[in-house]
């Protein structure tokens, strides 16, 4: 009844404390009473626990006054603070507090004359508590012991130190039992450990009564002194054999993967105990055996099950060793002779130590150093500074590190920031000696293995003590290898003439891209143009084969896309298809890439649609039609033969082109063929597409033309090796030095070994941060076209791309990517309508060469055919750093080791995914790229346990993505495709916690919560540039997604069909508050199509695309105005009254402009309409009378295309394009089909 009584009480002081207006002087008496209340609550509850407290007369009465006192004030004692807050009935809580605290006195004097029996109740007390009761009265004291300790008392001040000791140990052995009481298997350990420390907190609870009750009490000032040193002395671990006892509960504990956390508090916290004021006599080595304790201490709670108990028990005598020699530091005198002497028997258990950990150190993981980690060598210093970055991430997410690894990964962030200063102000570059080689291997590999510590520290289920030693070899490396930085001559560090790029800028100052002409006209092989071109367009009307025939880099495929995109070409078949085969064939893969160059392809063909069907599809979209097939780069007969059902012979001219390297392919099939073997290039031809692709339309010096002849000759007529010395001679192209350096290096030996040879001088000529970026292209498949924007996004999160300056990472990465394209490493195969790099791909024979030396550099490991499942007998090196499957099926089980250092895996092909341990087996993976699988919504969950995410791309029917995705603290780019039939996938509101995200792709369509609207500051994402596509409701969400990415800088959205959203209209909200914004695209899925009303665009926009909306006069106006706009794509829009209006000056920047299947008749254009336009597209535009003749005007333009609209268009554009012809563009291009 009084305890009651007394919560209630102090549950309203804690409200009255909590009112707004309180004053100064009332808060201070608040938390005075809240003080006297807590002493009292303990009193109180301990009293009826002891035998002699009934048999007291006198503290019964004293008890029941101060209990009626409670009870009184309890009453009405919030109501009363509050009316004195409020200035209305102070008189009441003066009277309640003043009766309460005269009460409170009395009783503490009353108490006061029982002091002896205060010294002698805990020993009673602990003849029957339960655990819950003696955790509450621990709790108790620690309150008690706290507010003294917090005390300006006189008296109880010079305690302060001590008391604080007291509460810190107390609080230690709360923790430790709130810890162990449910996970001790060995009850009596844990009820024998329990007693002691029952004891001993009873006697602690009397300390604080006494300096409760004789605050100003000097005599009994003397009596507490003595109590505190009893008492740190009982407390003690090993005065009392506590140790002991402590480890045998520790021991007897059942721990899961949830409690590393916990248990590396409680053993940290246990040590520091042990630890306790013994720095003065052991100093310099207090770290080394707080470390060696930790380790054999968790080592004993978390012990391997094939550990021998001979181990365990060396392992715990060492500890109790230990804590026995630490104590008696604490309890003797110390002079210099004892000093001496605990020193010399601490040396012998360090000893001691030091053999335990190396046995330790070989249980569970195998545990590697750096020498024994893969790493490709031209990394460099950028990459350290992307672990330091990662690692000032990590410590800023990861609150939960416990204070000890915490300390640990700062050192390991400190020792690596002072190594990358040591490497910057020592080594300008490296040389060939191989001592520089091999020191400049084992740099980068600590940092690797840095790497993989540091993010092992955050994985749940990683042991506490195996985190601890691999931290601290870590470290030792670290040290190690900065060292022999430090103490290399000066004689290896300069060496002017090696051509490496410097270190500084390695990763942080990318080589300016000069303008990559990506469309340059093929030089040479204009006589075998047309004899194929002959070949396709001429003879029987029965469907036939032409096959190009030449060694690989002799040109196959470029003479086959000369003679492909020629216009005779286009003109004489009415679909051009082309497919990339590859040594790395799929059926499937092949139908898709056909099917796609005749229809449009969903999300569902691609996943779900049947191999059969999809043939029978693109039968039937080419029956009837004359087409030409291009299959390049064919290895197998077996292509064709599962291909050719597909291509009905229509007796209309049809023709199939083949190009390979293999001369007998098209003889193995009864299909009339004719066989082309492709010639060298002739010596002209050489020197001339040498000149173009190092000079383009410049001239050549006069000086280099016969150096340049000779290196032309040296290349064997092979066209792939004369681009990638051109892209070696551009880097001086006007240095005869160099010229004449580069046609030395050159071998006269055969044009295949010559190819290869020119390939590595290529690359080793290459700046060393473009390196890594160069042989990511062999992770994917064979003759692949691969978006720019993913390579570029791949290649931030994998830490290739370093930026010092303002610019943001994605365009640094693009540079990059031009820079390859400079070289000639990488061919742009398809331009984005802004004429950047939409999609490029690499030649075969340097894809090769990227596999070759990928291996060689220890970079990537490809996996092809391979089913994880049979690990290790197939080879497949899990330790590798980043892996590349191209198999047909990937498992993975739970023989596979946990955790492996792998970092990065894509999945060139689709295959079946069985990944029931994949979690488990790659939780350290960084680049996760999914997008050829097909998974479904239950493979998600196991994927949100890889924290440790950057990139992740996934396909598959996935309608919703988790709520534990906030767990990819790091994550930076997310990529979900779905097929269309899915519509939308829902995103959860967690998604707004991911502060590390840049950019966000979901397809269809991204269904997002958006939460409670009033804490707009916490669902902030600072850092997103991209977001699409998004479910918007309506312009209120609109607004609200755009006020939360203040950085966006591209967004596609969708709104709703009609009825479906708020309001009865369609809405859109004002975009000018996005100023960053650049590209947007709105589509509107209504059933009939909605009026698009007036929106003010931000005036930054570069890019728009409008779907399915009427467009009013003001609508086209409000977009022509727009200053910076370059990109206008229209679909499905229905302009008002059928005509497309335009004023003079609008669309002044436009450069693309395309129409699809729009409905309009007129385009109504001033006399000089788009002055910057350089590609219009019109598709099924069928009501379109013409094109304005005006066009004919226009200088900029390049490239007129028109498909499925009506002859009047095609003649228009035709009248169009000679006119221009007539002016003087000739490099106007028009296609019509």
């Known amino acids: 009844m009084a305890n009651t009584c007394l919560d209630s009480t102090m549950e309203q002081l804690t409200r009255l ?411 300008d570059g490296r040389n060939e000696q191989e001592q520089l080689k091999d020191l400049w291997r084992r740099i980068i590999n600590v940092a690797y293995h840095a790497e993989h510590v540091t993010d092992l520290c955050s994985i749940r289920n990683t042991r506490f003590w195996y985190t601890v030693i691999c931290l601290s070899t870590v470290i ?55 004899t194929i071109i002959d070949r396709l367009t001429r003879g029987s009307e029965q469907l036939q084969i032409v096959s190009i025939i030449g060694m690989p880099g002799q040109g196959k495929t470029t003479l086959a896309k000369k003679v492909y995109n020629h216009p005779s070409i286009r003109y004489h ?202 042989l990511y292209f062999g992770a994917f498949a064979e003759g692949q076209n691969i978006r720019a924007r993913k390579m570029t996004l791949l290649w931030i999160s994998e830490g290739f791309v370093r930026t010092t300056d303002q610019r943001r990472l994605e365009d640094v990465a693009m540079e990059y990517l031009m820079d390859l394209v400079n070289h000639s490493l990488v061919i742009v195969s398809e331009r984005s309508s802004d004429g950047g790099v939409n999609r490029c791909q690499v030649h075969n024979l340097l894809r090769e060469f990227c596999m070759t030396k990928a291996k060689e550099e220890n970079f990537l490991q490809l996996i092809h055919h391979y089913d994880l499942g049979n690990y290790p007998s197939n080879g497949c090196d899990v330790d590798m750093h980043r892996l590349s499957f191209h198999s047909s099926l990937f498992h993975v089980t739970d023989s596979h080791p946990v955790c492996s250092p792998v970092h990065s895996i894509v999945f060139a092909h689709g295959m079946l995914f069985i990944g029931t341990s994949f979690s488990r087996t790659f939780r350290l993976l960084k680049v996760l790229d999914m997008e050829k699988l097909h998974l479904n919504d239950s493979d998600l969950d196991a994927l949100m346990l890889i924290v440790h995410l950057r990139y992740l791309a996934i396909s598959g029917t996935i309608t919703e993505i988790p709520s534990s995705i906030a767990n990819l603290w790091n994550l930076e780019t997310l990529i979900v495709r779905a097929p269309l039939l899915v519509f939308k996938i829902d995103l959860p509101d967690t998604i707004w916690q991911m502060k590390s995200l840049r950019h966000v792709e979901i397809r269809p369509c991204a269904n997002i919560s958006l939460g409670d609207y009033k804490s707009e500051e916490f669902y902030q994402l600072d850092n997103v540039h991209t977001f699409s596509s998004v479910f918007l409701c309506d312009g209120r969400d609109a607004q609200i997604l755009l006020r939360r990415l203040p950085r966006l800088r591209k967004l596609i959205c969708t709104l709703p069909e009609s009825g479906k959203h708020r309001g009865g209209s369609c809405k859109v909200v004002d975009l000018s508050i996005r100023s960053e914004l650049e590209a947007l695209t709105m589509c509107y899925h209504w059933v009939s199509t909605p009026k698009l009303p007036a929106i003010e665009f931000p005036r930054a926009l570069k890019k728009l695309t409008l779907f399915n909306c009427l467009l009013p006069r003001t609508g086209i106006s409000a977009i022509g105005q727009l200053p910076n706009l370059v990109v206008l794509k229209f679909r499905l829009i229905d302009f008002a009254k059928h005509t497309f209006y335009m004023k003079e000056g609008e669309f002044s920047s436009l450069k693309f402009l395309r129409i699809y299947n729009s409905e309009f008749e007129r385009w109504a254009v001033p006399a000089e309409p788009f002055p910057s336009l350089e590609n219009l597209v019109l598709i099924d535009c069928t009501k379109l009378q013409e094109i304005p003749s005006s066009f004919a005007e226009i200088s900029t333009l390049r490239m007129i295309k028109v498909r499925g609209c009506s002859p009047n268009v095609e003649k228009s554009a035709q009248t169009i394009f000679e006119e221009q012809k007539d002016m003087g563009n000739g490099d106007l291009q028009l296609i019509c089909w």
């Open 17 to 427: 404390g909590n009112e707004r207006g309180l004053t100064d002087p009332m808060k201070d008496q608040i938390q005075k009473f809240q003080v006297e209340l807590n002493f009292l609550k303990m009193f109180l509850w301990c009293l009826p626990k002891s035998e002699e407290a009934g048999k007291n007369c006198r503290l019964q009465f004293a008890l029941n006054s101060i209990c009626s006192a409670v009870e009184v004030a309890n009453k009405g004692l919030y109501s009363a603070g509050l009316g004195a807050i409020r200035k209305k009935k102070g008189r009441n809580w003066h009277l309640l507090t003043s009766n309460l605290l005269e009460n409170v006195e009395q009783f503490k004097s009353d108490i006061r004359k029982n002091c002896n029996f205060m010294l002698h109740f805990s020993v009673e007390f602990i003849k029957a508590s339960l655990t819950g009761e003696v955790f509450n009265f621990m709790d108790c004291i620690i309150t008690n012991l706290k507010d003294l300790h917090h005390s300006e008392d006189e008296q109880i001040a010079p305690l302060s130190k001590h008391i604080s000791a007291l509460e810190e140990k107390l609080r230690f052995f709360r923790k430790f039992f709130d810890f162990t009481a449910q996970r001790c298997y060995e009850h009596q350990k844990f009820e024998y450990l329990l007693v002691h420390i029952r004891s001993w907190a009873n006697k602690v609870a009397c300390l604080s009564f006494l300096c409760w009750i004789n605050k100003n009490d000097e005599n009994m000032q003397c009596r507490m002194n003595t109590m505190i040193s009893d008492l740190h002395e009982e407390s003690w671990p090993c005065a009392s054999g506590v140790t002991g006892m402590c480890l045998g509960v520790l021991k007897a504990l059942k721990l899961s993967a949830y409690d590393t956390s916990l248990m590396g508090e409680i053993v940290a916290d246990f040590v520091n105990i042990l630890l306790e004021d013994t720095s003065a006599v052991f100093r310099d080595r207090i770290e080394i055996i707080r470390e060696g304790l930790i380790i054999i201490i968790a080592f004993l709670m978390d012990s391997p099950q094939d550990c021998e108990d001979e181990i365990l028990t060396q392992a715990h005598a060492v500890v109790i060793e230990a804590a026995s020699l630490l104590s008696s530091v604490c309890l003797e005198e110390m002079n210099d002779n004892v000093i001496k002497k605990k020193n010399f028997l601490l040396s012998e258990i360090l000893g001691k130590m030091k053999t335990l950990r190396e046995v330790v150190r070989k249980f569970y993981i195998y545990i590697p150093d750096a020498s024994e980690f893969y790493s490709l060598r031209t990394h460099g210093t950028g990459y350290i500074a992307f672990i330091l970055e990662n690692l000032a991430k990590m410590q800023k997410k990861n609150a939960n590190f416990i204070p000890f690894v915490k300390q640990k990964v700062v050192i390991v962030q400190e020792e690596l920031q002072s190594l990358r200063t040591c490497l910057t102000d020592k080594m």
């Open 476 to 530: 030792e490396e670290i040290k190690t290898t900065r060292n022999e930085v430090e103490n290399l001559g000066s004689k290896h560090m300069k060496n002017p003439g090696i051509l490496c790029a410097n270190l500084n800028s390695m990763h942080l100052f990318p080589a300016q891209a000069s303008n990559s002409r990506i469309d340059e006209p093929v030089v040479g092989f204009d006589d075998e143009a047309e």
């Open 573 to 774: 078949f009415i679909q051009c298809v082309w497919c990339c085969v590859s040594q790395e064939y799929r059926y499937r893969s092949a139908l898709l890439e056909m099917l796609s160059n005749v229809t449009e392809l969903s999300s569902q063909d691609t996943f779900e649609t049947s191999d059969d069907e999809l043939a029978n599809r693109l039968r039937k979209c080419l029956i009837g039609r004359s087409y030409l097939i291009v299959m390049d780069d064919i290895w197998d007969i077996r292509a064709w033969n599962e291909l050719k059902g597909s291509f009905p012979d229509n007796n209309n001219g049809s023709r199939i082109l083949f190009t390979s390297r293999i001369h007998k392919l098209s003889w193995q099939d009864e299909c009339k063929c004719y066989l082309h073997t492709l010639r060298p290039f002739h010596e002209k031809e050489g020197w001339e597409l040498l000149k173009q692709k190092t000079f383009h339309k410049d001239e050549c010096p006069q000086d280099l033309v016969e150096v340049g002849m000779e290196i032309a000759r040296k290349c064997k007529g092979l066209p792939l090796s004369i681009v990638l010395v051109a892209g070696i001679l551009a880097k001086s192209k006007n240095s005869l030095y160099w010229w004449k350096r580069i046609a030395r290096s050159l071998s006269s030996s055969h044009p295949i070994d010559g190819s290869m040879d020119i390939l590595e001088l290529s690359y080793r000529h290459i700046p060393d941060h473009l390196k890594p970026c160069f």
